[in-house]
């Protein structure tokens, strides 16, 4: 059964660094198969796709966030990671890990809700 | 960015009703849609991808069809467990975009 599980911080400060880790188990991310996205949803608001990343590190980002955003994956222990800058309020979200094929999400994480305050 | 725009926005059935959704593009997208279900508080769950391929373990009672910039997702026979949220993607081209959503609540 493959789950993939969303951790870091519930709570960051304007300005600061969101720092999310997506953990997959139930089979291997090294795969050329597959992308692995993150997706967020603010509160009561629609899904906004942020970027997926390859097993080999290849990237690509939704424009609307580029200048702000990282991510990594870590083929050996099963993990990629999101890295957001200058957080505002604005990305207060529910956070998604999932994975992609094909372009489109079939397992999703099960979210986890990020609030910028201070 | 392709914009995706859903119709309506919150759809009032019984259970047993056919209920459609309509999701338009800006620009045609040909085939590269996606429709997930979304209960509150929960990850969105693929049911359909390429228009009308139905992921493994979704009932037969969703189905979905279109091309080009107009796309339905239909359900044949509305059950108590899918009164929930309902968006498209457009996997066209970069950014994947979604609509934002049609709710189907109970009438």
Redesign the interface.
């Known amino acids: 059964q493959k789950q993939l599980q969303e951790s870091g911080p519930g709570l960051v400060k304007p300005s600061e660094t969101l720092s999310l880790t997506c953990t997959v188990s139930g089979g291997s991310i090294n795969s050329d198969k597959y992308y692995w996205g993150w997706i967020r949803q603010p509160p009561g608001?629609?899904?906004?796709?942020i970027g997926s990343i390859y097993y080999s590190g290849s990237t690509?980002?939704?424009?609307?966030l580029e200048s702000r955003v990282a991510m990594s994956i870590d083929t050996s222990i099963n993990q990629f990671s999101l890295r957001l800058t200058s957080v505002t309020a604005t990305d207060t979200a529910v956070y998604?890990c999932?994975r992609t094929i094909?372009?489109?999400?079939?397992y999703?994480?099960?979210?986890l809700l990020v609030t910028v305050s201070a | 960015?392709i914009q995706m725009t859903q119709s309506p926005s919150t759809l009032s059935a019984s259970v047993g009703d056919r209920v459609t959704i309509t999701c338009r593009a800006s620009q045609s997208i040909r085939s590269?849609l996606?429709w997930?279900q979304q209960k509150p508080g929960?990850?969105?769950?693929?049911l359909i991808?390429?228009t009308s391929s139905l992921?493994s373990g979704v009932p037969s009672r969703f189905s979905g069809s279109g091309s080009g910039t107009e796309f339905t997702l239909t359900i044949s026979s509305l059950q108590p467990d899918d009164f929930a949220t309902y968006?498209c993607?457009q996997?066209f081209s970069?950014?994947?975009?979604?609509?934002?959503?049609t709710k189907v609540e109970i009438k």
């Open positions: 608001k629609g899904l906004e796709w690509n980002f939704n424009p609307s998604y999932a094909g372009h489109f999400f079939d999703w994480g099960q979210g | 960015d590269w996606a997930y929960r990850a969105p769950k693929l991808y390429q992921q968006s993607q996997y970069y950014p994947w975009t979604f609509g934002h959503g």
